[in-house]
Each structure stands twice: as structure tokens, then as C-alpha cells.
């Protein structure tokens, strides 16, 4: 950060504190905070006026919005400051889209005052000019504040929507309702394979390339659901597949209607292969997998390195909720608004729970 964005973002954090105070909440700078060392201490530590805490995370960005790359890593440092009945808060300067919102809440169990609810916590006082003032100044200031454009763009490749003259559905949102249309159990299975080629398409197209449905391997008898190979260029997959040592990514659709247990997870492990490259795959499912496949495909990393990650509906649905959103703002933005955050986070999370 520059010595001016760091003005800014001093700035920020003392109208934020003045914020804080106008709404009832008493400072508790001088206070012990229980939750750790002075090093993790909250930017704002803050007590209400029903006696609720107030743990708070203060972030600047010198754009006027906060892209999902910066959520991710954001929110994961205000959780830090989660406790029992305690509320733990991000406070960013930027705008934070509803849909990266409602992920973020959600996957860190904090809350989040972006840009818009700042203003609007702030709206008929003085502090509200206040910010509007330093929010125009950054933005006269900042390089990257340029005209968006006019339309939605499209990714050069694997996204192939349809164009017409009237306003369009996002892609995304036409995905999650054919998703939710397929029936679930073993006689939809084609149907629902079918939307998930199309999902993947549509998320990963431009990097995921070569997509090859029911592959059967040498041995004459087992099939894969579809198979990928991997763009060198994208930085998410590449660093994948080389820490996993994998050419191939695998994913396996599974329209049961209820979760993915244990024994399933034996037989994708079975198909999967160190030593042809064939080591990550994603199983698709229609609900969360149970507490025991997590727990065998966490085995299998451990005994075999192979990675077994499990994605279900919602999961789906929030990446096309990111795509959408991702695809109609300035390509320059894309790479840090990219879905696989979320699979990023999740993978993260099975590696870091995951016992000796």
C-alpha cells in the first residue's frame, strides 16, 4: 500500500471508529481483549448498548469495490475474531456484490458493512458527507477507477450464451434452474450429468479444455464421468495440478437422493490414479456429502495423495452466482473475482481439518 492509500485508509478507519460510537457502541481500546495476543487484537473492539461485543475487521481498498479475492482473505482475518455471542464484523471501504456477500457471510460466519452499508448507517449525520467526501477523493485519485462498460462480456472461450435483443437471464441463473429440474436418483443420472458438463463449461470453459464424457480406461471395465485437461496459463489450476501431480482432473456426478457416503467415495478412489496423473476429483452430488466420506476421501489423501473434493447443489449455485456477476464487470477485474475462490477455500479447509 502507498503512503497516500495509507492516509486514506487512516482515514477510513477513524471515521469508521466515529461511526462506531454514533451508533451506540462504546470504544473498549483500553480494554483486555480475551481473544488472543496484542499482535490479533480487532481494529475495533467495541461494546453495544445491550452489552453485545463488537469485533471488527477494518479493510481499505483503493477501488470502489471489493473483489472476491480480497473478500476471501478479509473475511478469513475478521473470523479470527469470532467468539461465542460475540459478533465479528468486516468493515471494507468497497462496494461487496450481493452474491460474494451472502458467500462470504455464510463461509466465515461474520457480517459485513461494505461501502453501501456504511452510507446508509451513516445517512442524515455529518459522517455522511464525511465519507462520501474521502470515497469521491479515492476515486478521483485512483488509476483503475475507469468507465465500466456498457454490456456484459463473454470469456473467449467456453462461454457460448445465447445473444439477443431483449435483456437476457444470466447464464447462470438458466443453469441452477435446469439444475433444480432434474429429479434426483439413478434415472435422471444422464440428465443431471448432462447440466453438470454444462455448469463445469460455464464456470471453467476457458481453462478446463478437451471435456470427454464416460472415458473407459485401459482395463476395459471402469468409466469416468467427465475428464479434463488443464490450461497451463490459469494460476488456480495449474498450481492444482502440479501439487497434486495430476494431467487429468476428474469429475463425478452423483444424482442420489440422499449424500454421498463412504463406500462411494471408496470406488471414485479406485478409479483414480497417482501414477496416470489422475489424482483430483471433484464429486458433484445433489446434497452435502456425509460426515463419514469427508472422512475416507480425507484417508485417501493421506494413504494414496489423491484429492476428493465434494461440491453439491448450493455450492454450485454460488459459483454460477460469482460467474454471472464475474462476466458483466471490466475483464481486468476477472482474475480476482474468479469462482475458484470458493473451490480454493474448500479444498484449504478439507486439507487443514484433515488428522495424521
Same mark, same amino acid.
Given at each position: !500500500?502507498?503512503?497516500? /492509500?495509507? $492516509?486514506f485508509a487512516f482515514r477510513f ?5 466515529? +461511526?462506531?460510537? /454514533?451508533?451506540?457502541?462504546? #470504544?473498549?481500546?483500553? @480494554? ?14 467495541? &461494546?453495544? *448498548? ?9 479493510? =481499505?481498498?483503493?477501488? *470502489? ?37 451472502? =458467500? ?8 459485513? =458493512?461494505? $461501502? ?5 448507517k451513516a445517512h442524515g449525520s ?17 488509476? #483503475?477507477?475507469?468507465? !465500466? ?6 470469456? @473467449? ?5 445465447? /445473444? ?11 443453469? %441452477?434452474?435446469? +439444475? ?22 460455464? +464456470? ?12 473407459? #480406461?485401459?482395463?476395459? #471395465?471402469?468409466?469416468?464421468d467427465i475428464v479434463y485437461r ?18 487429468? %482432473?476428474?469429475?463425478?456426478? &452423483?444424482?442420489?437422493?440422499? *449424500?454421498?457416503?463412504?463406500? /462411494?467415495?471408496?470406488?471414485?478412489? $479406485? ?22 466420506? %469427508? ?10 495423495? &489423491? ?6 447443489? @448450493? ?18 477485474? =476477472? ?6 475462490? %470458493? ?14
Amino acid at each position: !500500500m502507498t503512503t497516500i /492509500q495509507q $492516509r486514506f485508509a487512516f482515514r477510513f478507519e477513524l471515521l469508521v471508529r466515529q +461511526l462506531v460510537v /454514533q451508533l451506540g457502541y462504546d #470504544l473498549l481500546d483500553n @480494554e483486555f481483549w480475551s481473544g488472543g495476543s496484542q499482535g490479533l487484537r480487532p481494529d475495533v473492539f467495541a &461494546k453495544g *448498548p445491550r452489552e453485545q461485543k463488537l469485533h471488527a475487521e477494518i479493510k =481499505w481498498t483503493h477501488r *470502489p469495490d471489493v473483489r472476491l479475492k480480497q473478500l476471501r482473505d478479509w473475511s478469513a482475518a475478521a473470523a479470527r475474531y469470532r467468539r461465542d455471542g460475540e459478533q465479528a464484523l468486516l468493515i471494507a471501504s468497497g462496494v461487496v456484490e450481493p452474491v460474494r456477500r451472502e =458467500w462470504a457471510e455464510n463461509e466465515f460466519d461474520i457480517q459485513i =458493512w461494505d $461501502r453501501t452499508s456504511i452510507l446508509e448507517k451513516a445517512h442524515g449525520s455529518a459522517l455522511h458527507e464525511e465519507f462520501e467526501n474521502l470515497f469521491a477523493e479515492a476515486r478521483s485519485l485512483s488509476a #483503475l477507477a475507469t468507465e !465500466m462498460p456498457s454490456g456484459p462480456t463473454v470469456s @473467449e472461450e467456453g462461454d457460448d450464451a445465447e /445473444q439477443d435483443d431483449a435483456p437476457m437471464q444470466p447464464r447462470g441463473e438458466k443453469l %441452477i434452474a435446469r +439444475l433444480s429440474a432434474v429429479e434426483y436418483g439413478a434415472e435422471h443420472a444422464s440428465e443431471y450429468e448432462l447440466v453438470c458438463e454444462e455448469i463445469v463449461d460455464y +464456470l471453467f470453459g476457458g481453462v478446463l479444455l478437451d471435456g470427454r464424457r464416460h472415458p473407459r #480406461l485401459d482395463d476395459g #471395465l471402469s468409466i469416468l464421468d467427465i475428464v479434463y485437461r488443464v490450461k497451463s496459463q490459469d494460476q488456480f489450476w495449474s498450481a492444482l495440478a502440479r501439487d497434486f501431480r495430476a494431467r487429468v %482432473i476428474v469429475f463425478e456426478c &452423483k444424482n442420489y437422493t440422499g *449424500p454421498v457416503g463412504p463406500m /462411494q467415495v471408496f470406488t471414485t478412489e $479406485r478409479y483414480m490414479s497417482t501414477v496416470a496423473l489422475r489424482s483430483v476429483c471433484f464429486v458433484l452430488s445433489r446434497t452435502a456429502a456425509h460426515p463419514h466420506a %469427508i472422512v475416507a476421501a480425507q484417508g485417501a489423501m493421506r494413504e494414496t495423495g &489423491k484429492l476428493i473434493i465434494f461440491l453439491h447443489d @448450493e455450492d454450485l449455485a454460488t459459483m454460477l452466482r460469482l460467474r454471472d456477476t464475474q462476466v458483466n464487470e471490466h475483464p481486468a477485474s =476477472w482474475a480476482d473475482n474468479d469462482p475458484t475462490e %470458493i473451490l480454493d477455500q474448500k479444498i484449504y479447509e478439507f486439507l487443514a481439518t484433515m488428522p495424521r
